[in-house]
């Protein structure tokens, strides 16, 4: 099993939808949770940490379920300069991330 | 943007070699962390190092090796090359300790094992 497993993608949406991607891990004692971007041919960025309680930044909601080993992100009003990767990232002592999810925001 | 760079931005090397890449970490940051980013994967944990001592390791062979110095230079070494080896590697650097904090990704090094 993958330690950190990412819903396989690609997702086709067109502008103002809304889209959610899933992510499980495998080490119940991860302590910290993110969600990068990674534009095509480019290095990963922070798009936001995720946070027990979840939290919201703009159009971006994400979501940690400890319980369930479970973290979501909700992206609304989709735009088409959020077409990229998207990747779930769990720390433990270092990082690990997911294989991504690929995202294409059509007009 | 990040304050993170690498060098080269692209490299060419045949099977057998040995290849060294090269990061500057922001100012103040100790930690440094190295991934291996296959075409179509996320990227790789290698290793990790924290005021110049490797503080944590993945599932990879002892020949990739590195080096931190003072000056938030790294390193990272991979000998006898191999084709499987072609891959974005990208270095990150965090403040603290780094296992769990925010890291910062430099624009990576592309590989191309011939």
């Known amino acids: 099993r993958k330690e950190v497993e990412q819903d396989p993608g690609p997702f086709n949406v067109p502008e103002g939808a809304t889209v959610a991607f899933n992510c499980t891990y495998s080490?119940?004692?991860?302590?910290?949770f993110f969600w990068y971007r990674q534009d095509c041919r480019k290095e990963p960025k922070l798009l936001m940490s995720v946070y027990s309680s979840g939290n919201e930044d703009g159009r971006f909601t994400a979501q940690l379920n400890r319980a369930s080993q479970y973290i979501s992100l909700l992206i609304r009003d989709s735009k088409l300069s959020d077409s990229a990767t998207y990747l779930c990232?769990?720390?433990?002592?270092?990082?690990?991330f997911g294989a991504g999810t690929r995202l294409t925001v059509k007009p | 943007e990040t304050g993170v760079t690498q060098s080269p931005t692209h490299l060419i090397k045949t099977r057998g070699q040995q290849v060294t890449l090269r990061c500057s970490s922001q100012s103040g940051h100790n930690t440094v962390s190295w991934y291996q980013q296959a075409l179509g994967q996320g990227p790789q944990f290698i290793f990790q190092?924290?005021?110049?001592?490797?503080?944590g390791r993945g599932n990879f062979p002892p020949r990739f090796s590195g080096l931190q110095f003072p000056n938030y230079s790294s390193e990272l070494n991979v000998n006898a090359l191999e084709l499987d080896d072609s891959a974005l590697y990208l270095c990150a650097s965090s403040p603290g300790t780094g296992g769990e904090e925010t890291q910062y990704f430099g624009p990576g090094t592309r590989l191309l094992v011939l």
């Open positions: 190092y924290y005021r110049e001592e490797e503080n």
């Open positions: 080490n119940s004692a991860s302590q910290s």
């Open positions: 990232v769990v720390g433990h002592n270092d990082m690990r």
